[in-house]
């Protein structure tokens, strides 16, 4: 999934409303590659003012053709990260007042 906003801190709001997404914006194609291959980032955000149409394509192509490097430890911090996330979540629902 990708999204593109004019400006890229209108990215991060919506991005931690949800558990299972790990959103990265990523204004520079080793940015995106970096956080799809360590972060295994399920979202791409880019912000329409900050790069061109060309850089956009590129940060595009390598989002969609990079792996995630899985190794056990990026998996067992993306399990850490997701468990503490769903934590956050649950208490929240729970001391809603």
Same mark, same amino acid.
Request: some cysteine.
């Given at each position: 999934?990708?999204?593109? %906003?004019?400006?890229?801190?209108? #990215? !991060? @709001?919506? @991005? +931690?409303?949800?558990?299972?997404? !790990?959103?990265? +914006?990523?204004?520079?194609? $080793?940015?995106?590659?970096? %956080? &799809?291959?360590?972060? /295994?980032? /399920?979202? *791409?955000?880019?912000?329409?003012?900050?790069? +061109?149409?060309?850089?956009? *394509? $590129? !940060?595009?192509?390598?989002?969609?053709? +990079?792996? #995630? #490097?899985?190794?056990?430890? $990026?998996?067992?911090?993306? /399990? &850490?990260?997701?468990?503490?996330? &769903? #934590?956050?979540? $649950?208490?929240?629902?729970? %001391?809603?007042?």
């Amino acid at each position: 999934m990708g999204l593109m %906003y004019s400006k890229s801190i209108d #990215f !991060i @709001r919506p @991005r +931690t409303k949800y558990p299972l997404i !790990i959103a990265a +914006t990523c204004l520079t194609k $080793e940015r995106a590659m970096s %956080y &799809r291959k360590h972060n /295994n980032a /399920n979202v *791409l955000g880019i912000g329409a003012d900050e790069v +061109t149409p060309e850089q956009a *394509l $590129e !940060i595009v192509d390598t989002w969609l053709t +990079t792996p #995630f #490097f899985s190794s056990g430890d $990026e998996r067992a911090y993306l /399990n &850490r990260y997701l468990q503490t996330v &769903r #934590f956050a979540i $649950e208490a929240g629902k729970r %001391y809603k007042t």
